[in-house]
């Protein structure tokens, strides 16, 4: 792009977009001028994107969350004009980088679900793949996060307060969407989906939920002006918020509520596609078409999809039930048991009595089945799609899902082992595995173009960044110490970069020079943040008992939001910045360790925290974490991972060796066998330093302001049983830090651990994972427009 049309560009559309002129335009506004100058360069060729894809096969990702973070960066890297528009900046003395700075990051989603959906579609935009995101524009992203005096406190994200410049609202392709007591317009934004290295522009289209009408004239009229706009607001809550509290029948409803508004007007929306092309002949659709859903919460989307062909387009049931199971492919990406969504049928009677009753009519189908297996009825009860007055989700999707996959090796073989294991008898084939990945566009060429520059010099081009298996060519640098000096120095760079913006952000001093462990991921028990707050307490006492305790300067940081109604989660947040004051307090410890919780932890944070990381810490319980992708974007990085033989960690180290990582504690197997003999009380009573840590709960030395929290993590640990093996963990843990510890005194041994990790990540792309869906489940091919 040439600089005078993005200059020209910027002036037109602080002109007529906020009325000013470039000397008094604030930064949110250039922000807007620059991304619409951007957008109106790329709607020609996403307008021809969207209709060669039209043409052929394609694949719609249903998905609840779409965590997408900022996008101008990443927008302008991937079209290759970062540098042109800095320039442009430049010469008018603005700098590029505090513009993006103000964007607010689009957090429509909790974690690793929602940013999996996000990698997702930047890669299939890279690959030119025919695939269209649908889900919903929340007005109000995953709540903001403050720490107040320790405590965890919540406020909205209200991320559309400046307008959000990069959707456009495609008033043509509004939806109806009816519910037995309301009915609702579902409009569609759509978001340009801008690969690397590619003129094809994918789309992200999410819903928002408006009424039919904006007030009641009449009521308004008889100046009742609340209940006026009543029906507005009501309608508008639809898309008010992601996950609501749903602990309360209230935000159950809500739920049912938006995950029916999405799965509705995305099947119409499919559906009206088709029907533009080959009338209401369904024959052919799933040639054409196919649905991939990201977890349970879109599933309703089939029986909205069978309703829809039965009622509207007069396809029998078994036709429409035979369309469906060729359509849909199910992602399940947790074994969990409280994420397993099952729906009380007294709601779905109530919302959609239509759709309890094809829900009746596939569980049938489905017992059918069984029975010509000769299933007997107590086998079939733990298959059926509505038991005990409830609609099971999970089972619905495999049921009529063409695939069924897990998100990890060892995940997967859970699934098939255990959890999933009766419908793997029943239906082996259906089962495949796609170990996650992570786009390495926004997790190593937008957020550490230092250490990008150096592998493009090694490599000689920037092949890599759509290439990411190249990487395995920096191997043969391995014992080059120059190369080893050089990524040591990026690092370095990068801790100091990440000082700079903590001490910004939470007005905390901490030293690049330290060795920066970091935990950051949602708040979760399986996840262990406990046991990593209760292994830095005890070092804390062993270096109160021996001051010259050889190990090197740490700063422990750790990010993470916890569930507003997930007390005990709540009660870590406080447990681990108790521990932070404590040892703050402490002038003889604290010239040792450092803890730091950073707020508000969500993806723009994370482009800082990975690249500025000497440790990844992937510590839960062996059998729980499905995949995990932070784990790889810490490798991707150039950082070991400590971990646990769970998820994706097993396949990095497979990767990128055992002996170049941390692996520690009881595997899967280990569990199975001590499960219903686990004793955490003999550890609390045999282990000295677990007394001693897991008393400061109860004993006064930290202080929970009276709110029980600190009681009730005592009470997890030895009353509970310890569900998470923390106790039992505990010393392989430590033994295993204390080896990163020694390690790490060593520099070229440690440089070279972190480079191994880098150049064996080339397999975790998010490339690669869309292609393998591309190819085993979707069937789908690239489609590049000329
Ligand atoms: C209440 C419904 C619900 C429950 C859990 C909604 C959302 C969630 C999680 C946020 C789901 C989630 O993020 N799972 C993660 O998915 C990643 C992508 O596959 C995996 O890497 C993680 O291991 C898994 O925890």
Not at 227 to 249: F, H, M, Q, W
Not at 282 to 301: G, M, R
Not at 362 to 383: C, H, K, M, P, T
Not at 643 to 659: K, L, M, P, R
């Amino acid at each position: 792009m040439e600089k005078q049309r993005i200059k020209e560009g910027i002036e037109r559309y602080l002109k007529v977009k906020h009325g000013i002129k470039l000397k008094d335009a604030k930064d949110y506004e250039i922000f807007n001028a620059v991304s619409l100058t951007v957008l109106e360069e790329i709607i020609d060729n996403w307008n021809t994107t969207t209709e060669t894809y039209s043409k052929g096969r394609m694949a719609y990702y249903l998905s609840a969350e779409y965590l997408m973070g900022r996008a101008l960066g990443n927008n302008l890297m991937n079209l290759g004009v970062y540098d042109e528009v800095k320039d442009v900046l430049s010469e008018l003395n603005i700098d590029l980088n505090r513009i993006e700075e103000i964007e607010e990051d689009a957090g429509l989603g909790n974690g690793g679900l929602g940013r999996l959906a996000a990698c997702f579609v930047e890669s299939a935009a890279t690959l030119d793949m025919p695939l269209v995101g649908y889900g919903i524009r929340y007005s109000n992203g995953l709540f903001k996060q403050n720490i107040e005096n320790g405590f965890q406190t919540e406020c909205e994200d209200t991320w559309l307060k400046y307008g959000e410049a990069w959707s456009i609202r495609k008033d043509n392709d509004i939806q109806i969407i009816n519910y037995s007591d309301m009915t609702v317009k579902a409009v569609p934004y759509d978001v340009p989906i801008i690969g690397y290295g590619t003129k094809n522009i994918n789309t992200l289209r999410l819903w928002q939920c408006e009424a039919l009408r904006e007030f009641d004239f009449n009521l308004f009229n008889n100046q009742q002006y609340i209940e006026a706009v009543s029906g507005r607001n009501k309608a508008e809550d639809i898309s008010r918020v992601l996950y609501p509290n749903d602990t309360a029948e209230a935000g159950k409803i809500l739920r049912l509520r938006q995950q029916y508004f999405f799965s509705s007007a995305s099947m119409k929306d499919i559906i009206k596609k088709h029907k533009a092309k080959f009338g209401s002949d369904f024959s052919e659709f799933a040639k054409y078409n196919v649905a991939q859903l990201n977890d349970t919460h879109p599933t309703i989307s089939i029986l909205e999809f069978i309703r829809i062909l039965i009622d509207e387009e007069h396809v029998e049931f078994s036709s429409a039930l035979a369309i469906a199971k060729e359509f849909f492919g199910y992602t399940n990406h947790t074994i969990l048991a409280e994420a397993l969504e099952k729906w009380d049928i007294r709601l779905i009677d109530r919302l959609f009595p239509r759709i309890l009753q094809i829900a009746y009519k596939v569980d049938e189908a489905l017992v059918n089945e069984l029975r010509q297996r000769s299933y007997d009825e107590g086998a079939i009860w733990n298959f059926k799609i509505i038991a005990n007055d409830q609609m099971r989700m999970a089972n619905l999707a495999i049921y009529v899902g063409r695939a069924v996959n897990g998100v990890a090796a060892l995940h997967t073989e859970i699934l098939k082992k255990t959890e999933l294991n009766h419908w793997y008898h029943l239906y082996p084939n259906k089962f495949q595995n796609k170990t996650n990945g992570i786009t390495p566009r926004r997790w190593l060429r937008l957020c550490n173009a230092e250490l990008s520059e150096l592998i493009t010099d090694l490599l000689g081009s920037e092949d890599w960044v759509k290439n990411l298996e190249l990487l395995k060519g920096l191997e043969k640098y391995k014992n080059d110490d120059k190369v080893l000096e050089r990524l040591m120095s990026i690092k370095h760079e990068k801790k100091v970069q990440l000082a700079e913006y903590i001490k910004q952000e939470e007005g905390i001093i901490i030293d690049p020079n330290s060795f920066f462990d970091i935990q950051i991921k949602r708040l979760h028990e399986y996840k262990r943040q406990l046991l990593n707050a209760l292994y830095i307490l005890d070092l804390y006492y062993r270096i109160k008992e021996n001051p010259d305790l050889d190990i090197p300067k740490t700063t422990f940081i750790f990010g993470a939001k916890a569930f507003p109604g997930y007390r005990r989660a709540k009660g870590i947040v406080k447990f681990i910045n108790e521990i932070a004051r404590f040892i703050d307090n402490d002038s003889e410890v604290s010239k040792k360790i450092k803890v730091v919780f950073v707020h508000n932890y969500k993806v723009s944070y994370a482009q800082k925290l990975f690249p500025g990381s000497d440790l990844s810490k992937q510590i839960s319980t062996a059998g729980k974490e499905a995949s995990g992708t932070g784990n790889m974007k810490f490798m991707l990085n150039a950082t070991p991972t400590f971990g646990t033989y769970d998820g994706a960690n097993i396949e990095i180290v497979q990767e990128s060796g055992e002996h170049n990582n941390y692996i520690f504690g009881l595997r899967v197997e280990d569990i199975e066998k001590i499960k219903h003999s686990y004793d955490p009380k003999w550890y609390y009573r045999e282990n000295p330093s677990i007394k001693r840590v897991v008393d400061t709960l109860i004993n006064g030395t930290l202080d929970d302001g009276r709110t029980g929290y600190f009681e009730d993590l005592y009470n997890a640990l030895l009353e509970e049983r310890d569900q998470y093996y923390v106790l039992a963990d505990f010393e392989l843990f430590k033994k295993s830090q204390e080896q990163v510890f020694e390690d790490y005194k060593d520099k070229k041994k440690w440089a070279q651990k972190c480079f191994a990790n880098l150049y064996s990540s080339g397999i975790f792309s998010s490339d690669r994972t869309i292609k393998q869906y591309a190819d085993e489940i979707w069937y789908i091919k690239p489609a590049p427009i000329k």
